[in-house]
C-alpha cells in the first residue's frame, strides 16, 4: 500500500497539511502525520493543537512513497533548521521517493538546505528571490521528476489531488473524487 508521510513542524499551516491528509486519505492512500518535535504534540501556525500519529525520530528509518512538507512561516523555518528532518527528506529524495512541499516550504526548506538541485518548482510570495538551488516557476503546483510542490493555501487542493494522482499512477479516480466535493481539477 502507498504510504505518505507529513512533516508537522511547530507552526506548520494547519489547512494546507489538513487538506493534503483529508484528499489521500478519501482517496485510500495510507498517511501517517510526524511530529518534527520531542512530542508528537505538535501546535499549528493559528494556535491549533495536534497530536500526530508518531514523532520523526520513532519513524525516521521508515521509508514512504511520498514526504509531504507544510508551509507556514514559522514552521517551514522549523523543518528547515532540524538536521533531522533534512536527513530524512535526503533519504528519500535519494531513493527517488516524491518530495512535496507546499508554500514556504519549497524555499525555506529544500532551496534553503540545497536540497531542489536545479529542479522546477514554486513556492509562495517573493522566498524565491532568495534562492540560487532550483528554477522558480510561477504556476500552482509544479513537477520535476520526482519533486511536486505548490504555491500556497489557496492551490492546496490541487497540491493535493496531483500528488494523489501522481502516487496512484491514474488521473481518473482522482477526477471522480474533485467532481464529488465540487472542486474543478
Known sequence: MTKVAVLLAPGFEEAEAIITIDILRRLQIEVETLACAESRAVVSYHNIPMVADSTLTERSETLYDAVVLPGGPQGSISLAANREVIRFISAHDE????????????????????????????????????INDGVYVDAPVVEDNNLISGKGLGHAFDFALTLSARLLGDDAPVRDHAEHIYYPW
Open 95 to 130: 531513493r527517488g521517493k516524491l518530495i512535496c512541499p507546499i508554500c514556504s516550504a519549497a524555499a525555506r526548506v529544500l532551496g534553503g538546505n540545497g536540497l531542489l538541485k536545479g529542479r522546477r518548482y514554486v513556492c509562495s510570495g517573493d522566498l524565491w528571490e532568495t
